[in-house]
T-cell receptor, first 111, second 116 residues
Framework: SQKIEQNSEALNIQEGKTATLTCNYT??????LQWYRQDPGRGPVFLLL?????KEKRKERLKVTFDTTLKQSLFHITASQPADSATYLC??????????FGSGTRLQVQP | GAGVSQSPSNKVTEKGKDVELRCDPI?????LYWYRQRLGQGLEFLIY????????KSGLPSDRFSAERTGESVSTLTIQRTQQEDSAVYLC??????????????FGSGTRLTVV
């Protein structure tokens, strides 16, 4: 079956450390993958897109990698801050004309 | 407008009643999406509109759900004979490209529907 998996357990890290979130998928061959941030009571906010022919993409303190062989994307936040605490969702192009979203991983950055 | 606007922000309805949820996309965005998010869950695709093309209704969970879009503007999602399992946040998003691959989606804040 087709699946997108993100760690359902919350990730707790100390301020200043690098947070790494994982998105694994099976039985898809996405042309691209996106990451979103969602705060409680709000809709998701687009952060980054990475294409299948790109290994890595950076934006300020954010870095995304995309390994189509492992069928995995890693999302890194360097020098994390309490304000980075939120749920992070990955979303894939799965051949349908709308994105398919993972269930998200909650990140908690402790001061 | 500056963002995607959804109304109402909260709706409590009795089981069996019909509800209508509204979405105002960003002006000029040709693509519009509806998703459902149950408490603590991910986003579940419902329906997608792109310009004047036939909508992709493949995510609608039952024939109690329907959606309309007028041109490239407002969309309404209607749920008939609501059930308690319909309780969720209904999120609308729009994008300037199909399927928003370069720019991502802009989401509204959602309508929280509670069926009692």
């Amino acid at each position: 079956s087709q699946k997108i998996e993100q760690n359902s357990e919350a990730l707790n890290i100390q301020e200043g450390k690098t947070a790494t979130l994982t998105c694994n998928y099976t039985n898809y061959s996405p042309a691209y993958l996106q990451w979103y941030r969602q705060d409680p009571g709000r809709g998701p906010v687009f952060l980054l897109l990475i294409r299948e022919n790109e290994k890595e993409k950076r934006k300020e303190r954010l870095k995304v990698t995309f390994d189509t062989t492992l069928k995995q994307s890693l999302f890194h936040i360097t020098a994390s801050q309490p304000a980075d605490s939120a749920t992070y969702l990955c979303a894939l192009d799965t051949g349908r004309r709308a994105l398919t979203f993972g269930s998200g991983t909650r990140l908690q950055v402790q001061p | 407008g500056a963002g995607v606007s959804q109304s109402p922000s909260n709706k409590v309805t009795e089981k069996g009643k019909d509800v209508e949820l509204r979405c105002d996309p960003i002006s000029g965005h040709t693509a519009l999406y509806w998703y459902r998010q149950r408490l603590g869950q991910g986003l579940e695709f419902l329906i997608y509109f792109q310009g004047n093309s036939a909508p992709d209704k493949s995510g609608l969970p039952s024939d109690r759900f329907s959606a309309e879009r007028t041109g490239e503007s407002v969309s309404t999602l209607t749920i008939q004979r609501t059930q308690q399992e319909d309780s969720a946040v209904y999120l609308c998003a729009s994008s300037s490209k199909d399927p928003g691959d370069l720019y991502g989606y802009t989401f509204g804040s959602g309508t929280r529907l509670t069926v009692v």
